[in-house]
């Protein structure tokens, strides 16, 4: 009985010792090591992954003609510059006497010059008529044009360089407030503060018809993100549960993507609990892919209408950081992952149907998958479960039928990067300007961070697009506002050029 005893102090001590140095590991990673997740096999079999055709793994993986490398050193080419970018002339004649002289040609040279941003003042006239008959009572003047924020000193155009400049370039409103103060205006900041928060307002409209749209896609990614909140003012009612007052506040920023459509909204929450998700996906009768945070499966749970499958470049994540601690086994594991993504970069790249999605997934990675499971069923026990390697294995094959979902239809993804891409913006911002000012601060940035993300999506210009909502939105009639998204804008900007040229 002593030497059982023994034997469990042992695995007890080991287990905490090899957590003690995964952690180590990972913190001297996160302070002095890469960032990036990419993994290269040590092996150089591993190229046969890619080029060998065994049925039972995956199919020969070719290269674009476009992507290969091409052995010859070729010269640099000079960037191109945009034929639609305004042109300035300047003709240098020789220095000597040409009358005698044929032109022959000459030698153009282009550069790419800048002329740093302005402010200019509008002034806006409107003429006041009285009668000539002073019985006759009554003034004429034009009425002013309806503007987006009414009585409102600064123009549209100024809003939409404050938002773009604090939400698409991420900077915080002093350093906004200096860049106008070298141009010869000081701008306070409580100031420019309720310009965006006047701003933000006007575009709820928009931001509410988003959300409609997003939530009646029937395959959906959902992912959140923290954003901390000052509250040294004091709560709202509704959030003085989750608020210290004079500390700042974790909140969460939840978004919801619409995969077919390419459309996202962030909802912001000051709990990372089920609270918003439920409420968003109350009575949701599509697909929805996550991580494996345990709320969604409380959710998959409560609401049986809705379809919930998992991500597996979480599950990657867990191996490539188990490296360090059994590389025999993380690398193994990563190469099968290598072989599933290679998969799906192949079709991606030949632009193949949804039927020939599914087809290649069934017969190629349906197989490279079942091995990987049953690998991980063979090996687990032989791990320590509290190991980064046995964890690893464990969140796997605990979630295996959530995790083997994507075979089933081309239309879902593999993963979720798409929306992970969208959230990674939302991380440069608030390392600059570090917390929103309150909770519904919070929510304004969501709002903002929402058509800016659908603007992306769609390659649309942020700021050329929000110019234009915000001089249109104040007569725009209410049941046409979604044409105003971005994704219908730019379609109707297209067919304006069509039909001009």
């Known amino acids: 009985m002593e030497g059982y005893i023994e034997i469990e102090k042992y695995h007890r001590v080991v287990s905490e010792l090899e957590q003690v140095k995964f952690q180590l590991e990972q913190l001297k990673r996160l302070v002095y090591g890469a960032k990036s997740e990419r993994f290269i096999a040590s092996s150089p079999d591993q190229l046969s992954l890619f080029e060998q055709a065994p049925a039972e793994e995956v199919a020969k993986i070719e290269v674009p003609a476009h992507q290969r490398q091409s052995r010859r050193k070729e010269k640099p080419v000079r960037l191109a510059l945009p034929a639609h970018l305004e042109r300035e002339i300047r003709v240098i004649e020789p220095q000597v006497d040409t009358t005698d002289m044929v032109k022959i040609g000459e030698e153009r040279t282009e550069v790419l010059a800048y002329t740093p941003s302005n402010l200019k003042v509008k002034v806006t006239i409107r003429p006041k008529f009285a009668p000539k008959d002073k019985t006759v009572r009554g003034i004429v003047i034009a009425p002013l044009p309806a503007r987006f924020i009414d009585k409102c000193i600064a123009d549209e155009s100024l809003l939409t360089a404050i938002l773009v400049d604090k939400f698409f370039d991420h900077l915080p409103l002093y350093r906004i407030i ?219 094959l605990k979630r295996k039928s959530r995790m083997l979902h994507y075979l089933t239809d081309g239309n879902l993804q593999i993963d979720t ?42 390659n649309v210009d942020p700021a050329g697009w929000l110019l234009d909502v915000m001089r249109r939105l104040p007569n725009y009639p209410i049941n046409r506002v979604e044409d105003l998204l971005p994704y219908k804008w730019q379609a109707a900007q297209n067919k304006e050029v069509t039909r001009k040229t």
């Open 178 to 396: 200096s860049r106008f103060k070298r141009l010869g205006i000081e701008i306070p900041r409580s100031t420019m503060g309720g310009w965006v928060a006047q701003s933000v307002n006007g575009l709820v409209v928009l931001y509410n018809k988003l959300t409609e749209l997003v939530l009646k896609s029937n395959y959906l990614m959902v992912d959140e993100t923290r954003m901390q909140v000052q509250t040294n003012n004091g709560p709202p009612q509704r959030y003085r549960k989750k608020s210290k007052k004079g500390k700042t506040h974790r909140g969460y920023l939840w978004g919801y993507l619409g995969v077919k459509e390419k459309l996202l909204f962030f909802e912001y929450d000051p709990s990372r609990s089920a609270t918003n998700p439920a409420k968003r996906l109350k009575g949701y009768s599509g697909t929805i892919q996550s991580d494996c945070y345990e709320v969604y499966d409380q959710i998959r749970k409560a609401y049986g209408g809705l379809t919930h499958y998992h991500c597996l470049n979480h599950a990657r994540r867990k191996f490539e950081k188990a490296l360090s601690n059994d590389e025999r086994r993380a690398t193994h594991a990563l190469e099968q992952f290598q072989v599933l993504y290679a998969l799906e970069r192949k079709a991606r790249q030949n632009g193949w149907s949804v039927d020939k999605i599914k087809q290649l997934r069934q017969e190629k990675a349906k197989p490279v998958l079942e091995k990987l499971f049953q690998w991980m069923e063979e090996e687990s026990p032989k791990t320590l479960p509290q190991s980064p390697i046995g964890k690893a294995m464990g969140y796997m």
């Open 417 to 458: 990067n798409p929306i992970e891409n969208q959230i990674r913006p939302i991380a440069v911002g608030r390392k600059n300007y570090l917390f929103a000012g309150s909770h519904e601060a919070a929510q304004r940035a969501a709002i903002v961070y929402s058509l800016f993300a659908c603007c992306k999506m769609n």
